[in-house]
């Protein structure tokens, strides 16, 4: 009886056809990269709910970032970085069990760092464990943006990428205005147009060219949505734009037919921004 032999057949691994690339099409795939570089994936950590919220209204502002995740507990994010590859970690100092520093340095990758901190006592530790920046909180988004971009420069550096970023027009520049909710609808206020800002218990009146804007509000919550470049604050009730100045005498600033007072508590920050950017 004959033995029954199977027939050999060479096995050769499927790979799915795939036509050459045309010269419009390569043209078209490097373009794609110059207008979409790289996402950058970062996580931000901190004790504190309402600061992952701000941070995330942040980073949902800005195209190259993707925020993977948002942490309470730093060991939670350190069993996250542990599994997932991460560019940019936000976070905190002062968190129970373990600070931010620590966390930091316990980790066997480090990512890049920005550290967001109420205290200026950490900087120097900070940036000794090549901090790419360091904010003091309350965090502006032109200041978060700032930090943003010297994080991206390094990433570009560092994945060797062959395209100049540093003046792309992904990487944004602080906006030129806000929407502030007004009864039932959202105005558009031009940054520009503010000449100060008035605080009023719950209601902020905001002072602009030509108009008056009231909303249900406070102080603080719109200060960390102004640029710091132009905008500060000089006493409980007011806030005012520098390039609106026209005068100041014996701690009061003249903007328009308005004498707004500068107080105790703001005064020495003040009066420092306003010596640093005098000839």
Request: proline share 4%; net charge neutral; with cysteine.
């Amino acid at each position: 009886m004959g033995v029954y032999r199977k027939k050999r057949t060479s096995h050769r691994e499927f790979r799915p056809f795939q036509p050459k690339k045309t010269q419009n099409e390569v043209f078209l795939i490097s373009l794609w990269k110059i207008t979409f570089p790289p996402l950058m994936k970062c996580i931000a950590i901190d004790d504190e709910v309402l600061a992952l919220e701000l941070i995330k209204s942040y980073v949902d502002k800005i195209p190259f970032l993707e925020l993977s995740g948002t942490f309470t507990d730093p060991f939670g994010a350190m069993n996250f970085l542990s599994q997932n590859k991460t560019d940019l970690i936000f976070t905190d100092i002062e968190m129970a069990d373990i600070n931010g520093l620590q966390l930091i340095s316990s980790l066997q990758y480090k990512p890049m760092v920005v550290f967001i901190s109420a205290y200026e006592r950490y900087a120097i530790d900070g940036f000794s464990l090549d901090a790419v920046d360091y904010i003091l909180k309350p965090v502006t988004f032109d200041r978060f943006l700032k930090a943003v971009n010297k994080a991206y420069d390094q990433y570009n550096k560092s994945n060797n990428t062959d395209i100049e970023f540093k003046r792309s027009p992904s990487v944004v520049s602080a906006p030129d205005h806000i929407f502030i909710k007004t009864e039932n609808k959202h105005i558009k206020v031009i940054l520009s147009e503010i000449l100060f800002i008035e605080g009023y218990g719950d209601y902020v009146k905001i002072h602009c060219t030509g108009k008056t804007i009231v909303t249900l509000s406070n102080m603080s919550a719109l200060e960390s949505r102004l640029p710091e470049n132009n905008f500060i604050r000089v006493h409980r009730s007011y806030i005012v734009a520098m390039d609106k100045i026209e005068e100041i005498e014996r701690k009061r600033i003249k903007i328009g037919n308005e004498s707004i007072p500068v107080s105790e508590t703001y005064a020495e920050k003040f009066f420092r921004i306003l010596n640093n950017s005098s000839l």
